[in-house]
């Protein structure tokens, strides 16, 4: 057997078992075990019935100008919130876009109608001019992803 044929019967086996492969990977079972697409797998909080049992997160407000400060200040503001849900509020993750600010946040469930903070510390150390910094909140809410923002001018301490 020459090496010419020897290549071609490889190549010949190996185009056999994948299209053998690419047909066993029908999801097509008769029994209810097969995969489901991914467009049909739902939240369990999706519709009318499942969003009357999720949490709701509802700020007092989500923005905060700190105005004109000097150069090396630290500041800080407390966004309030309620749990206006009907289940406990989880606080999954709070991040700062820059590491000039620093997020404190609940860990511990927050019930129903219970109210909660977070609160943002701003350290304007080597900071010059508008400063724009948010604060991105991760939670179990329905709405899942909140944006904050804080702003500040900041000018040369003297």
């Not at 995969?35 to 509802?58: H, V, W």
Request: proline share 4%; net charge positive.
């Amino acid at each position: 057997m020459n090496s010419k044929h020897h290549v071609s019967t490889i190549l010949w086996s190996v185009m056999i078992i994948l299209v053998i492969l690419s047909g066993s990977c029908k999801r097509n079972s008769k029994d209810g075990n097969s995969l489901l697409p991914s467009d049909l797998i739902t939240n369990p909080g999706s519709g009318e019935e499942g969003r009357s049992r999720m949490p709701e997160i509802s700020f007092v407000k989500t923005e905060h100008d700190f105005g004109t400060i000097k150069e090396g200040q630290k500041v800080f503001w407390n966004f309030r919130f309620k749990n206006t849900g009907n289940a406990d509020l989880i606080l999954n993750r709070v991040k700062a876009d820059c590491g000039c600010t620093v997020p404190e946040y609940p860990k511990t469930p927050i019930a129903p109608g219970e109210e909660g903070k977070i609160k943002v510390t701003f350290d304007a150390k080597g900071r010059m001019g508008t400063q724009v910094k948010n604060v991105t909140v991760l939670s179990n809410s329905e709405r899942s992803t909140i944006v904050l923002t804080i702003t500040a001018l900041v000018e040369k301490s003297n």
